[in-house]
């Protein structure tokens, strides 16, 4: 039987031997994709019906990048739409479509959906298991140990047409491929298929938690996929851990639980233990009166080696408290990818979050790159912070140091699609480039897997403010809004500044409407499972952002410039916002 051990230096080997020929993989990669889906609507209303087995590869490509436009999801919708609607000639794809994941953000305020096939489960397999053989390197783990994982599957879904919906996690786990990774990396998750796909943030976390502890000692390492997840976890755990050691204690489970299946399972693992729960109660202790919970987790977790999670890009901020849970223990940052596809793997698990680059793997998609470059002068408080765009290039083009949006030609009939992500490229493992994750384009709102944009925003505040016209005599004058991600959980907090007069009851309805209006499924997710808190309406007094368009005028140039931004970070105008609050209200949607 295959070790562990020579696994991981078969796919080393492969992934080396991939990279040192990125250039001509990547036109492999390019020419298997159109091969695979000739004749597909979409491709023939480009392409024609050319026959492209008989082009070299720079014309294959030459034709491919000429002919066919470069799209964002607006432009893919209606196909996917009639996907979804049960139609099954073959429109992105020849190999039928029967599962669609809900990618982040949205189009036109509509949830995006993106067609998820074998080999999206496929790709997630082998990245995971390249990612773990690279980390063994650095920090190598007994064979048949645990992970306690913070992953939550989320609900899935039907469409009209009967295709299953939901997000491509939660379709991996409840994929063979899931169970494959397990078997083949010899680590197996504390919990079980029920807590994981329980669909309830705060119960799911607790048995987590629970089960991570009845099987502490074996637990090799820590793991969730956006490292928010642990931190909002373990900060739960400050406030339930006497609960817990009760269970353990009494081989019990708490009355919040209430989900009849998980309920069930978890029972039938657990077992009165007397003794384990008293060592967790004496370790909780220390913690809690002694070191503010500095170390938490390799004192709870002896064994634990390593904490495993993506901390890069949005997840920065929460660095500090994971590294105060962590202690001593190394944190790894895990790869770079999207519902789409997945896109690099990051070969140095030992640097620190904020070094980490990502290899691109070019056999997962066909990957261009748009050169983008800074505008100079509008990267102050008032910029939209966007970019001047050059024609896309190819992988073998990429150039050390300069900045690209990512495009994306996919297995799933994603054809030249861009992600909107920024990236630099730092480095190259031998012929493929590293990657350093800059930020989602246009993204402003984000906290844990949601992500909205200025002009999700400006929808939601639209549609409350028409709501406020409506019921009231009064109407938005100005809004900027922060997501304030040091709250427990985090939430959304907009600053509205009204002309008129609102009885408490109409504001109170704007909030929710707000609420409900950010459909981008990951904010949707997070809400229901109460990963995100209720939205907050913050109402300034009248002349706040004058205020805020003096101060910042006087520090970035003409008035007639000036644009309140629509999210900000910056403390200076965070004071004079909550300096100047007169009303606060938190949304009751999602109770
Ligand atoms: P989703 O489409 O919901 O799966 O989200 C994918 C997006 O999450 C990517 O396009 C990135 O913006 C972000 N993301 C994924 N992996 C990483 C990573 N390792 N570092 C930073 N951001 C990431």
């Not at 080999?119 to 390249?130: E, G, M, P």
């Not at 657990?270 to 008293?278: C, G, K, Q």
């Not at 999700?456 to 809004?479: G, H």
């Not at 209006?517 to 300034?540: C, T």
Request: include cysteine; charge should be negative; aromatic fraction near 10%.
């Amino acid at each position: 039987m295959e070790t562990v051990e020579a696994g991981h230096d078969d796919v080393i080997g492969w992934f080396e031997h991939v990279s040192e020929n990125a250039c001509k993989v990547q036109s492999e990669t390019l020419r298997r994709i159109l091969e695979l889906n000739s004749g597909v609507e979409y491709l023939t209303k480009w392409l024609g019906t050319v026959d492209i087995e008989k082009m070299d590869d720079y014309t294959l490509e030459t034709h491919f990048t000429s002919l066919v436009p470069i799209v964002s999801h607006a432009d893919l919708d209606p196909y996917i739409q009639r996907i979804a609607d049960g139609e099954t000639s073959p429109l992105l794809t020849q190999e039928p479509i029967t599962v669609l994941s809900l990618s982040s953000g949205t189009t036109e305020g509509r949830q995006k959906y993106v067609p998820f096939t074998r080999h999206s489960a496929q790709t997630t397999l082998q990245i995971f298991r390249l990612s773990a053989a690279y980390r063994s390197r650095f920090c190598p783990i007994r064979e048949g140990g645990r992970i306690l994982e913070f992953i939550y599957a989320g609900k899935e879904f039907m469409t009209q047409g009967g295709l299953t919906v939901g997000t491509a996690t939660a379709h991996y786990y409840a994929s063979e491929e899931f169970k494959t990774k397990q078997e083949t990396t010899k680590s197996f998750t504390c919990s079980p298929q029920e807590v994981i796909s329980g669909g309830d943030f705060g119960q799911c976390t607790y048995c987590h938690l629970l089960l991570g502890l009845h099987y502490s000692s074996q637990v090799e390492f820590v793991a969730s996929a956006f490292s928010y997840t642990i931190v909002q976890a373990f900060s739960f755990f400050e406030d339930i851990w006497r609960e817990i050691c009760a269970d353990i204690k009494e081989g019990n489970l708490n009355s919040r639980i209430t989900l009849p299946k998980m309920r069930k399972t978890v029972l039938a693992l657990i077992r009165p233990n007397p003794s384990l729960a008293s060592h967790i109660e004496e370790i909780c202790m220390e913690l809690e009166s002694n070191l503010g919970w500095f170390g938490l987790i390799p004192k709870l977790w002896p064994n634990a080696k390593f904490i495993s999670s993506i901390m890069t890009g949005s997840m920065l901020p929460y660095l500090k408290k994971l590294r105060h849970y962590a202690g001593s223990l190394p944190l790894v940052s895990a790869d770079y990818g999207s519902t789409e596809s997945w896109i690099g793997v990051n070969v140095d698990p030992h640097l620190p979050p904020e070094d980490v680059t990502f290899a691109v793997i070019p056999t997962f998609s066909y990957f261009e790159f748009i050169p983008l470059y800074r505008r100079q002068n509008e990267s102050d408080i008032g910029s939209d912070g966007d970019f001047v765009e050059e024609k896309p290039v190819p992988l073998s083009q990429v150039k050390l140091g300069q900045e690209y949006e990512l495009v994306l030609t996919t297995f799933t009939g994603l054809y030249r699609y861009r992600l909107g992500d920024v990236v630099e490229v730092t480095g190259f493992h031998k012929g493929t480039p590293k990657l350093s994750f800059i930020y989602r384009r246009k993204l402003i709102l984000t906290i844990n897997i949601d992500k909205n944009t200025e002009k999700d925003l400006q929808r939601v505040v639209d549609k409350a403010s028409q709501l406020l016209s409506r019921t009231t005599r009064a109407e938005v004058v100005d809004f900027t809004s922060q997501a304030d991600v040091i709250a427990r959980p985090g939430h959304y907090v907009i600053y509205w500044e009204i002309r008129g007069e609102a009885e408490d009851k109409a504001l109170e309805e704007c909030c929710r409407e707000m609420d409900t209006a950010f459909v981008d499924y990951g904010y949707v997710v997070s809400r229901r499972m109460n990963s995100i808190g209720p939205l907050e309406l913050r109402v300034v007094e009248r002349g706040t952002f004058g205020k805020v368009a003096e101060r910042c005028v006087g520090k970035c140039g003409g008035l007639n410039q000036f644009k309140t931004p629509r999210c900000t970070t910056n403390s200076v105008m965070l004071n004079i916002l909550d300096d100047s609050t007169i009303k606060r209200f938190r949304s009751s949607a999602y109770n």
